[in-house]
Each structure stands twice: as C-alpha cells, then as structure tokens.
C-alpha cells in the first residue's frame, strides 16, 4: 500500500470518530507511531485505540483538535 492510501485510510478512521461525537482522551506517541485512544465520554474507562503510523495522519488529527477546540492553543 502507497503512503498516500496509508494516510487516506487514517484520515477516515478519524473522522469516523470524531464525526460520531468521539473525543481523545489520550495520546501515546512512540518510535511507530501514536496510539489515540477515544471515548464517547471522557469519564468513561472504555476506550476505543487507533493506531497511526502515518505522520501525515498525525498532523491531520492535531489539525482537527484545534479546528474542533479540543486541543489548547499555546501562544
């Protein structure tokens, strides 16, 4: 599978939670990637893990963070 289509397949997996009312709770970056953990409630101790492995695909989701006021802004 190209790169390309390894970031396509992320970004819908994203949007996929996040469209659904999902929000992160927690992000584990390491030397393969990041592990994104998402709940409906961030009271919750189920979660629901995403593994990115696609820089590309990390960037999109801290760009939906910020967009979506879920990630503060550092000035």
Do not use: P
Request: hydrophobic share 45%.
């Amino acid at each position: 599978m190209s790169a390309f289509a390894d970031f396509e397949k992320e970004k819908l997996a994203i949007d996929q939670f996040l469209d659904s009312g999902y929000v992160v709770v927690a992000i584990q970056e390491n030397l393969e990637g990041a592990l994104v953990k998402f709940s409906k409630d961030r009271s919750s101790t189920k979660y629901d893990d995403l593994h990115l492995i696609t820089a590309d695909a990390r960037k999109y989701l801290t760009t939906r963070l910020l967009m979506n006021g879920q990630l503060a802004r550092s000035v």
